[in-house]
Each structure stands twice: as C-alpha cells, then as structure tokens.
Nanobody
Framework: QVQLVESGGGLVQPGGSLRLSCVASGFTFNNYALYWYRQAPGKERDMVAT????????IAPGSVRGRFFISRDNAKSTVYLQMNSLKPDDTAVYYC?????????WGQGTQVTVSS
C-alpha cells in the first residue's frame, strides 16, 4: 500500500532553516509527481510546492517563493522541502502527498513551529 512518512519538523527561530523529508513506498516513486502542502491552525490545507517525475519544480506564489525549495532523490524514494528564512507565519503542519492511479495519498504530517 502507498505510504508517505514525513520527518524533519520541529521548533525553529525566525530566520532559521529546516529540511523536511518524506519517504515514499508502495508505488513506483520515479513515475509520479510529489507535493508538499501545509495547514496552519484554523486554515485550509494549501499546496506549497510540487515536483514532477522529471524533476521540474514549482513553488506556490506568495511568501514562500524564493525561500522554499523542493527536490527529490529517486534512489531513496524521498522528496525534500528545504525551508529557509522561516517566519512565524510558516508555522503549520506540513504534509507530503502523491496522486497514484487517481487517488490522493497523504502522510501523517510533521509540525513546524517558528517562534522565538
């Protein structure tokens, strides 16, 4: 079965960096696009970044562009989200996702808290 397991979240001070990881299993990783979403308390889950099976990336417009970067390592079936210059508004649960044969799968999420 498809599984997505995120890690790398935590508490970081404003201006700091974190790298989130998501290890995937249960499908042919190389063939699928991967996504990072985030959901802040009381808000909807929003897409943050995408990477195609060929490694083409896209970052959501707005405050994360230029600070967040997505990458993948097909040999490790892992997708990453590098987050720099973090702000308190980046506080959220971060999820990775994949759409496999028309079904969207989610990881359990990893909490990122940006606070001094």
């Amino acid at each position: 079965q498809v599984q997505l397991v995120e890690s790398g979240g935590g508490l970081v001070q404003p201006g700091g960096s974190l790298r989130l990881s998501c290890v995937a299993s249960g499908f042919t990783f190389n063939n699928y696009a991967l996504y990072w979403y985030r959901q802040a308390p009381g808000k909807e889950r929003d897409m943050v970044a995408t990477i195609t099976s060929h490694g083409v990336t896209a970052i959501a417009p707005g405050s994360v562009r230029g600070r967040f970067f997505i990458s993948r390592d097909n040999a490790k079936s892992t997708v990453y989200l590098q987050m720099n210059s973090l702000k308190p508004d980046d506080t959220a649960v971060y999820y990775c996702s994949a759409v496999v044969v028309g079904v969207q799968y989610w990881g359990q999420g990893t909490q990122v808290t940006v606070s001094s």
